[in-house]
Nanobody
Framework: QVQLVESGGGLVQAGDSLRVSCAAS????????MGWFRQAPGKEREFVAG????????DYTDAVKGRFTISRDNAKNTMFLQMNSLRPEDTALYYC???????????????????WGQGTQVTVSS
């Protein structure tokens, strides 16, 4: 079973940048399509960004397009989310997730991802 561990969250001001990371265990990371989700208090978990196993294709929710960039380093079993021009509405617990069925397309549905990290908190003050 793959384990995912997020890091890099914190408290920043509006307009600042932050990069969060997701480290994965195991030998099959390069076969997994990965995603970032976030959940704010009182709201449902929502898709933020996804990246295919090779990194050749990405997808973003409209709210973060042009501000966030998802990437991965398969040699280091790590995925990243670079977040620029942060806004107070980006405040949430950010989760990374993996589709453990190999070589799948990016999905915006959380039920398609079967491995999850514990989350890292991102708080943006105005």
């Amino acid at each position: 079973q793959v384990q995912l561990v997020e890091s890099g969250g914190g408290l920043v001001q509006a307009g600042d940048s932050l990069r969060v990371s997701c480290a994965a265990s195991g030998r099959s990371f390069s076969s997994y399509t990965m995603g970032w989700f976030r959940q704010a208090p009182g709201k449902e978990r929502e898709f933020v960004a996804g990246i295919t196993w090779s990194g050749s294709s990405t997808d973003y929710t409209d709210a973060v397009k042009g501000r966030f960039t998802i990437s991965r380093d398969n040699a280091k079993n790590t995925m990243f989310l670079q977040m620029n021009s942060l806004r107070p509405e980006d405040t949430a617990l950010y989760y990374c997730a993996a589709r453990l069925d190999w070589y799948r397309a990016i999905s915006r549905g959380p039920t398609d991802y079967s491995a999850w990290g514990q989350g890292t908190q991102v708080t943006v003050s105005s």
